[in-house]
């Protein structure tokens, strides 16, 4: 946006409006040019006297932009540099970040404050403390997943990290011996047996929540929200107290696997519910109007056009349960061999063999530790990757694969009309008298309404709107819906 | 019939058959239908069984050792359950816990807001989804990799931090630290660690992205047409986002800042990789010691007996309590202010 500092700017919009509109606006437009003007061409404005007009410059950033910001830089470091190597004992590499940049700002106000006025110099300082903030979040981020990768890169490039487990390996014996497979069989199966558990149910409720609203749904929503405030630690001492104290069976496999849907069902309900909210009423309501019964609705319109963004909800809830170490420390036991039974004796999991791994005095162990953590970040990220080619997608807004085969399918639609149409099927008795009143149509309707499946073709005509009814409750009201999602998302960039 | 008339259109003529009536609005559902209406209800039943289930179960098992404690199970520091009432309390872990919160808090908030900012005001239109698509990873990287971020990275590099704050500010108690001595060049510096503080820091990088991608959604929601009107009006960009953009999302940043709280106040493994536990009252959050509920539990359950569970219940059910109240209060803040009505929070 331009910033509208009076030195500059207004100058130039008056100069530019007295010289622009006036003329224009005082002769009237000649014949001749009348159907040029109609084809919106930029109407005659009188000779510029001071010849040809140069185009400004719309660019946010100015070049005085630029250089004081590199300005700034360059003093700001050398000033510290100089405190640091002549005026004061500092030392410290954090100590040298902060003050520098604490000095950048200052300098950078300085400069900005040699051309520009308070306003814009408090501008100018606001987005250079806002960009900031915003890298050194990124920054953060990288360093996170990089440190986890750099130290673990040791113990992964040993092929054996991925095919041994821990059973017959001391903590002191090198790297090229044992692994993490128990761990990872461990997280794949727990995973799999929680989502097993928790996915339909999740769904289920959600489309629940949404479909059959009411009093009892909205008590189940409002104690579905409530229970994602559990903390993850107490959803495993309740599996622990109830599954491993009272019923007295050992910790395993599945025990974590419980400990985990617990944690996990709230999350992905709730933001199934989100996304099913969101499909559009009027799909819905054009697939009823079309004649579908309630669990057509839901089951041709409704969760297609909320998949991508359930999937999402799906793999970012795995992502959740997959990471979450103290669900598992209570219930799974912590073996060190590969065990493939989740429901027979104890497991392990990557976050809990890292967590136990780095507490450990040995080297080789916490290296271990990070290689399992590296694994387990490498797995969440495989997942986030999947659900962002997946999702990120609002409901109703089709992927190419998608459209292609929506075009398909209606160009069979269409090939299937134009069949019909040149075997007419007299489905009313109506199609020779297309020319008579339109007052004949109810007449004709009322006999099919009263009596709709005592003869063959009438039951045609609503069949015939049926899979209309959700092919295309399809086709028809979805490239509406797509229009319309279309505009609102523009609208939103605007 | 008559005010149709009175319009121009033209309406058919009566067809033959029965007059019309009123039909009764009432849809009679076919066996199919109520199948799914069935199935639908009872996946509803289910998991409303399986929360009640984990709620009453923890308010039944607490019941016990809040019997045997009373009230001083708030006010009561140490934690042997086994020696009887009087003897276990979570008064240090709770304290503990909320300070551990209120400093990722203190931290997450202007890294929250900045961050939102920027990508909802500041940055070009092409790296804008890249850049949500990674608020949302940092929210997914596990809490253990965190953890050892803290433990094994942040640990070291924070000492020095911590020592020039308590050297220049430990006049103020939140800030002294007991036998660190600044003008000892020779002191330890491992007083300074396995803190608060630095639990705090590594909860903050779990909770910026919750309440980042709050305040983001609530500030692209802000109304094109005022920001508009206020450019127009000759603001700055900051004058813009001062007067338009934050009064918007003000319930999105404190309701999404509560969220993350709630969060942070049930952090547990990360948290435990970086304190050093102890039972006492901590109120210097740059010493070395520290507690938070959930460490509690994770550190105490394997060797508990029967009431010890109990207890540690208990505290769960403190913690869990905590957590709706404030979650509940973000949910109120964010559903009444001016932008809440759409987001997603």
Not at chain 2, 15 to 31: E, F, I, K, V, W
Not at chain 2, 187 to 199: L, M
Not at chain 2, 208 to 235: D, H, K, N, Y
């Amino acid at each position: 946006m331009p910033t509208l500092t009076p030195k500059h700017a207004i100058e130039e919009h008056t100069g530019m409006s007295t010289e622009t509109l006036s003329p224009a606006a005082a002769t009237p437009v000649p014949e001749t040019t009348r159907d040029r003007v109609r084809s919106t061409t930029i109407p005659a404005t009188a000779p510029d006297a001071a010849g040809t007009e140069v185009r400004r410059r719309t660019a946010t950033v100015r070049h005085t932009d630029l250089y004081a910001g590199f300005g700034a830089t360059v003093a700001a470091l050398s000033l510290v540099a100089l405190i640091y190597t002549q005026l004061a004992p500092f030392d410290g590499v954090l100590g040298f970040v902060v003050l520098a940049y604490v000095a950048f700002i200052g300098f950078y106000a300085l400069l900005v404050s040699l051309d520009e006025d308070g306003p814009a110099v408090r501008d100018r300082v606001v987005g250079a403390l806002v960009h900031s903030v915003g890298f050194l979040l990124l920054a953060v981020l990288l360093l996170v997943i990089g440190y986890t990768l750099a130290r673990g890169w040791k113990a992964m490039v040993h092929l054996n990290f991925f095919t041994e487990d821990m059973s017959v390996t001391s903590p002191l014996a090198a790297l090229d011996e044992g692994g993490v497979l128990h761990a990872i069989v461990g997280t794949l199966e727990q995973i799999t047996l929680a989502l097993t558990m928790t996915v339909p149910l999740a769904v289920i409720c959600a489309v629940f929540l949404n479909e059959i609203p009411g009093r009892f749904s909205r008590m189940v929503r409002t104690i579905a929200e409530a229970m994602t405030a559990l903390p993850s630690i107490v959803a495993g001492l309740f599996v622990y107290a109830t599954v491993i104290l009272s019923l007295g069976y050992d910790r395993s496999g599945f025990a974590a696997s419980l400990a985990i849907s617990v944690m996990m069902l709230p999350i992905i309900i709730r933001a199934s519910d989100v996304v099913i909210r969101l499909v559009p009423g009027n799909l819905r309501e054009a697939a009823l109007a079309l004649g579908a019964s309630q669990w057509r609705t839901v089951w041709h319109v409704v969760l297609p056009t909320a998949r991508s963004g359930l999937t999402t909800a799906v793999i970012l809830g795995t992502a959740r349960g997959v990471g979450e170490t103290s669900p598992v420390l209570l219930t799974a036991g912590g073996a060190d061999a590969v065990n493939f039974n989740p429901f027979k004796d104890w497991q392990n999991s990557l976050p809990l063999v890292t967590y136990k791994s780095v507490a450990q005095p040995s080297e080789n162990m916490v290296a271990r530790g990070f290689g399992t953590a590296a694994t387990l970040m490498l797995l969440v990220l495989l997942l986030f990757i999947l659900a962002r080619l997946v999702g990120g997608r609002g409901p109703g807004q089709l992927s190419r694969g998608q459209q292609r085969r929506r075009v398909r399918q209606s160009a069979q639609d269409r090939a299937r009309y134009a069949r019909r149409e040149a075997s007419p099927v007299d489905i009313f008795d109506l199609s020779p008298a297309a020319d008579q009143p339109a007052a004949d149509q109810p007449a004709a309707d009322q006999p099919a309404a009263d009596q709709p499946a005592a003869d063959q073709p009438a039951a045609d005509g609503p069949a015939g709107a049926d899979p209309g009814g959700h092919a295309a409750a399809g086709p028809g009201p979805r490239t509406a819906h797509e229009a319309v999602s279309r505009n609102d998302s523009e609208d939103r960039n605007a | 019939m008559r005010t149709l008339d009175s319009l121009s259109t033209t309406v058919p003529s009566a067809p033959d058959g029965p007059p019309d009536a009123p039909r009764p609005a009432r849809q009679r559902r076919s066996p199919a239908d109520l199948a799914f209406r069935g199935l639908l209800g009872g996946g509803g039943l289910v998991v409303l069984a399986v929360m009640l289930l984990v709620g009453g179960f923890l308010l039944l098992q607490a019941q016990r050792a809040l019997d045997v404690a009373g009230w001083s199970f708030l006010t009561r520091q140490e934690w042997e359950p086994d020696a009887g009432a009087g003897h276990f309390g979570i008064a240090a872990v709770l304290t503990g816990t909320v300070l551990i919160a209120l400093v990722a808090i203190t931290f997450a908030v202007p890294l929250a807001t900045g961050t939102a900012l920027y990508i909802s005001e500041y940055a070009p239109r092409r790296i804008k989804q890249t850049l949500i698509s990674l608020v949302d990873l940092m929210a997914a990287v596990p809490s253990v990799v965190y953890g050892l971020w803290g433990a094994f990275l942040l640990t070291g590099n924070v000492v020095g931090l911590a020592r020039w704050i308590s050297t220049y500010f430990g006049w103020i108690p939140l800030f002294a630290v007991e036998g660190g001595d600044p003008r000892d060049p020779l002191a330890s510096e491992s007083v300074y660690t396995a803190s608060t503080f630095i639990a705090g820091m590594v909860v903050a990088m779990m909770v910026t992205p919750v309440a980042c991608s709050i305040m983001r959604e609530v500030f692209s929601q802000a109304p094109a047409g005022e920001r508009e009107g206020a450019l127009a009006l000759g603001a700055t960009k900051w004058g813009m986002i001062r007067s338009v953009v934050l009064p918007f999302g003000r319930g999105g940043m404190i309701g999404g800042t509560m969220l993350g709280l709630g969060r942070a106040l049930g952090e547990t493994i990360a948290v435990v990789m970086i304190i050093s536990p102890i039972f006492q009252i901590q109120p210097h959050i740059l010493q070395l010691g520290s507690n938070s509920v959930s460490a509690l539990i994770a550190l105490r359950y394997g060797d508990a007996t029967p009431i010890g569970i109990s207890a540690l219940f208990a505290a769960g059910l403190a913690l869990f309590t905590m957590t709706l109240i404030v979650n509940f209060f973000a949910s109120i803040v964010i559903a009444r202010s001016r932008s809440g009505a759409a987001s997603e929070a």
